[in-house]
């Protein structure tokens, strides 16, 4: 079974500055995507961005960036540039290619963005 | 494009009575969709999943339930809610082999 960990219960950062969040999962399996999903005070779940397990480049949306380190199990989420808006629980997630979709969560980390 | 509903978006209900919670999605057709249930300050626990009409799979063993009538709708239901139930419910939605889930606004329950 496929476990994911978030070490970081809560952090926080002034807004402008880069914050980045860790993640660490512990898979036997080769193909695999992993994410990171952002979930406001709203409580809706948003998907910020995406990683293949196949592609060597880390993934960027924006602001949003990742540094995948396969070997190392690691994948954590680099937001620069951070705004108040970005203020919420961020959790990492994994799915195995092989399976029916099913995500494992880690249990977040709160982030929260000082003026 | 495509949307996901769910309702209500808060409830209110005492112990041992009924649950019916519904999800919808627009925009797609034969969507996997599943059940989370979020405690307060926790991560998401899967619940159920579904991969078709008919088709559930459970992941925890409790006093829940989940069906399918339709392609596009998914609902949870309790005969006899405990205290235990109360939390924040998320359904999801994926397309086959897609594995990005998309999440509905959610349901805040309380038990009392």
């Known amino acids: 079974a496929q476990t994911v960990t978030q070490s970081q219960p809560e952090m926080s950062v002034q807004e402008a500055e880069t914050v980045t969040l860790s993640c660490t999962y512990d898979?036997?399996?080769?193909?695999?995507?992993l994410f990171w999903y952002k979930q406001p005070p709203s409580r809706q779940m948003i998907l910020v961005i995406r990683?293949?397990?196949?592609?060597?480049q880390n993934a960027t949306e924006n602001r949003f960036s990742v540094n995948f380190q396969k070997a190392a199990k690691s994948f954590s989420l680099k937001i620069s540039d951070s705004q108040l808006g970005d203020t919420a629980m961020y959790f990492c997630a994994f799915v195995s290619l092989f399976g029916n979709e099913k995500l494992t969560f880690g249990t977040g980390t709160r982030l929260t963005i000082i003026p | 494009s495509q949307t996901i509903h769910q309702w209500p978006a808060t409830l209110v209900q005492p112990v041992g009575s009924p649950l019916s919670l519904e999800c919808t999605v627009e925009?797609?057709?034969?969507?996997?969709l599943y059940w989370y249930r979020q405690a307060a300050g926790r991560g998401l626990q899967l619940l159920f999943y579904s991969v078709g009409i008919g088709q559930i799979s459970s992941e925890v063993p409790q006093n829940l339930s989940a069906s399918r009538p339709q392609d596009r709708q998914f609902i949870l239901s309790s005969k006899k809610l405990l205290l235990s139930d109360s939390g924040f419910y998320l359904c999801?939605?994926?397309?086959?082999?897609?594995?990005?889930?998309?999440f509905g606004p959610g349901t805040r329950l309380t038990v009392t």
């Open positions: 898979t036997s399996e080769s193909n695999y995507y």
């Open positions: 990683q293949e397990a196949y592609k060597q």
């Open positions: 999801a939605w994926t397309k086959d082999f897609s594995y990005e889930q998309y």
């Open positions: 925009g797609t057709s034969n969507p996997n």
